[in-house]
């Protein structure tokens, strides 16, 4: 009678287990872009910054910058690092010389293993040769990365 009980706890045990992660709420990462403002003019060289919470482990933040005229994503250099309150500020360069009161956009995006070593590789290589083809949309969504937020700005000069 007395294994017949262990056995009974046990496999209570386990359903009980099983059914509260099951049911778990997942909460899911949130990714804020706070400055510059969606549709904003913005220099070259432009500060932005932003909120990060519920981030999962193993995956990174990146920017990418998008030229809609080329069709083609940048990742900023180097990945967005968050600060313990969640908060983060990175450098991006928007468009080169000749991009004044072109629009750009600017994407936060979360990285997967995959995704993060592309644009890793993609950011040493045009470190090493001066090179920054860009990455067309075709690469962008094979490559595991998950857009949070994307906002729309034009070049100053």
């Known amino acids: 009678m007395l294994i017949k009980w ?23 990462p949130s990714v804020q872009i706070d400055n510059p403002a969606p549709n904003s003019t913005v220099k070259m060289n432009t500060i932005v910054y932003g909120s990060a ?5 193993g995956q990174t933040l990146w920017l990418l910058l998008y030229n809609p005229q080329l069709r083609l994503y940048y990742p900023q250099d180097p990945p967005v690092t968050i600060q313990p309150n969640g908060k983060w500020t990175e450098q991006v360069y928007v468009g080169g010389a000749n991009d004044t009161g072109k629009e750009f956009a ?11 070593n592309f644009f890793v590789n993609y950011t040493n290589h045009g470190k090493s040769t001066g090179d920054w083809p860009g990455i067309t949309p075709e690469q ?18």
């Not at 262990?6 to 899911?28: E, Y």
């Not at 600017?106 to 293993?113: E, F, G």
């Not at 857009?147 to 034009?154: G, K, M, N, P």
């Open 106 to 116: 600017i994407s936060a995006v979360l990285a997967d293993q995959n995704s993060n």
């Open 6 to 28: 262990v056995v009974f706890v046990c496999l209570v045990s386990l359903i009980a287990t099983t059914t509260a992660s099951f049911f778990a709420v997942r909460v899911q």
């Open 53 to 57: 919470s519920n981030m999962p482990s």
């Open 140 to 157: 962008y969504q094979t490559s595991g990365a998950y857009l949070y937020q994307q906002i729309t700005v034009s070049r100053a000069n």
